[in-house]
């Protein structure tokens, strides 16, 4: 048997899916315990301002949740129970077995991310979340169960629908256009690299092929859709190779576990619609 008919699978591809996502789950985890100090009072993502976000009105449950939740000590301790919880994902995934308790939680934990910090969520963690929830509803009624196909379908659609729209905003975009965009995001303090930057300042024809290759490759990777499932080992390559460039050289290591866990349940979709 060929190895992507494996994907044909449901109860596989969950499994794969959950593998790759509870790693880069483990791994944002330690980033966050690591980068602690942002999230404390005086931090800039401290829930004494975060909480400013918010319409509170008086007596409020939800707002004593919140501050129940999001309060520094027992948040820290969610950030320590996401990372256990990634890591039980990814030795059960190992193991087999499709825990609708545990993805659930892990979702849960990964949602108050959202509520702790309000502002500067990127699309690797929407990705998560939308994973992440996906999987809980589909495990809920059954990894066999049409609902769990549709959610896979749903991941999929999904994954191809924030490539073509990031994609398409890079195509309008004149700096994008001439290459000029490449040379502003490697020249700056977050997302920059002296290497690369110097690499691309004297080779405008290497920097035009670069620009011009990465949102034609977002805006049609959609059409994976029409190429017989052998083929889709090589769409899959090069936003792998795409994913492992950004993280290496902008330190997007995020994108790499969030987008690549979208992978099985596109491959799947792909089955689906030839038939295989």
Known sequence: MNPYLAF????????????ILSMGLFIASLEDLKSWSIFQPTGLLSWKVAKLSFKWRAKDLRQ???????????FKCSIYLRAFASLLLFIFSLLNIISPTLICSVFFLNLLMNFRTPYGLDGSYQMTLVILFALSIGSL???DSSISTACLLFIAGELLTSYFIAGFNKLISPMWRTSSALHGIFSTKCYGHGFFFQLISCKHLLTTFLSWFVFLFEMLFFTVLFFHPMYTILFFAIGFLFHVFNAIFMGLNNFLFSF????????????YIHGT
């Not at 004593?64 to 027992?74: A, G, I, K, P, S």
């Not at 349940?265 to 089955?271: G, I, K, Q, S, T």
């Open 64 to 74: 004593r949740l919140f501050n129940v939740l999001l309060q520094d000590h027992v």
């Open 260 to 271: 690549s866990a979208a992978y099985p349940a596109l491959f799947y979709c792909v089955n």
């Open 8 to 19: 044909k699978n449901i109860a596989f591809t969950y499994q794969v899916t959950l593998c």
């Open 141 to 143: 009624f059954g990894v």
